[in-house]
């Protein structure tokens, strides 16, 4: 038997009905589609950046050969070997060990050098392994908030590791903070930096992120005179944990910043940084330190705030005290007075006075009133 219906087009064709041999494929697909598991989403690729190569290039004699676009670095790697006085420069962000074998593999990396870049997360320091030397630095940037709280995110932090090898240097980065590509953009413009080799990349890394401490030092300074005012005012709020949790903040701040000085004078001592490129690292250390005074500072000035704020808490608890214990003592006037009259004798001088009640009442107003005069000049209320 044939039935009708009617095309997209509005014309109508010809049906046939399904026949009685295809019920059982039809009742097998039915049923596929009921037990087929469902699929659970696994997890999202690396979206537009799989190799995790930010970028990659290759210098010689302080420019940067083949223009803006970034080469692969296998064939970086090959160019930067056959020519003397050339090196390349690969900046990673967030690798994961599978993207780092075959980065190793080319360039020779060892296995701890590799395990190392991709974990992330160490404190500062500088590591020598055959002739590459791991370079670690801390990310900082300050989060602008409108006002701080308890749970306000004052200094995030990230890591930076720098691989210097004799003809190479790896950067890897963890976390959003401190990005690169403005490093690149001003090392590329000042080739007599970049003539020094790998280790101007090392040097223009570890620039930035002294100026970066410096410019959240700058931050947090605001921060703290905002504190600082809110803490002497007239008027202020029994509310301090916002201070503790900056105090949090510093701590992090500080192992970011205070580490770092006993590598540079590391790479200063040794003899694998170029001679060209130590009066740069010089005004680097000398800037960290710098950076290093303030944040010692802000941590003593922190402790202040706080050793005040808990002293102002302290002593509005003692007033408040006083003033509960002045007014306990007025009230213990008129208690005693209805106290004693409140007896039960037959005999009680003044019971059957005719006039003994409002003198009660006079008695412990007077008294009452002397009390709180003595204690209101006495300062306690």
């Not at 019920?23 to 659970?40: D, N, Q, Y």
């Not at 890591?159 to 950067?171: E, N, Q, R, S, Y």
């Not at 947090?220 to 005179?225: F, S």
Request: charged residues 25%.
């Amino acid at each position: 038997m044939l039935g009708r219906s009617d095309d997209s087009a509005g014309r109508r064709r010809l049906v046939r009905p399904p026949r009685l041999g295809d019920l059982p494929h039809a009742i097998g697909r039915l049923l596929s589609g009921i037990t087929r598991p469902v699929a659970v989403a696994g997890p999202v690729p690396r979206g537009g950046n799989p190799d995790a190569v930010v970028d990659c290039a290759v210098y010689a004699n302080g420019l940067r050969r083949g223009g803006s676009a970034p080469v692969s670095y296998p064939e970086a790697a090959r160019q930067a070997r056959r020519r003397r006085g050339t090196f390349l420069w690969l900046g990673l962000h967030e690798p994961d060990l599978a993207t780092m074998r075959p980065v190793a593999e080319v360039f020779g990396l060892h296995e701890l050098l590799v395990e190392q870049a991709v974990a992330g997360g160490h404190r500062p320091g500088v590591q020598t392994l055959g002739d590459v030397t791991r370079l670690v630095l801390r990310t900082a940037r300050y989060v602008e908030h409108d006002r701080l709280t308890a749970t306000s995110e004052v200094v995030e932090t990230g890591d930076v590791t720098v691989l210097v090898g004799p003809w190479f240097a790896i950067t890897v980065r963890h976390g959003p903070v401190g990005p690169l590509w403005a490093v690149r953009k001003e090392l590329e413009a000042r080739p007599e930096v970049l003539r020094q080799g790998p280790w101007s990349v090392a040097y223009a890394v570890g620039s930035r992120m002294v100026d970066s401490y410096l410019d959240v030092a700058e931050h947090v300074e605001r921060d703290l005179e905002r504190i600082e005012e809110e803490t002497f005012a007239s008027e202020r709020t029994g509310e301090f944990a916002h201070i503790y949790q900056l105090k949090r903040e510093m701590v992090e701040f500080k192992r970011a910043v205070l580490p770092l000085a006993e590598p540079l004078t590391r790479l200063l001592e040794s003899r694998v940084l170029p001679p060209g490129l130590r009066p740069y690292l010089e005004d680097v250390r000398g800037r960290l330190g710098r950076a290093a005074d303030r944040v010692g500072g802000f941590d003593d000035l922190v402790n202040s705030i706080l050793q005040a704020r808990l002293a102002q808490v302290s002593v509005d608890q003692n007033h408040d005290m006083r003033k509960i214990a002045a007014w306990a003592a007025i009230a213990a006037v008129p208690t005693v007075i209805a106290g004693v009259f409140g007896m039960n004798f037959d005999v009680m001088p003044g019971t059957g006075a005719t006039y003994g009640f409002y003198v009660s009442i006079a008695a412990m107003l007077l008294i009452g009133g002397g009390v709180y005069h003595r204690l209101k000049k006495s300062g306690w209320l």
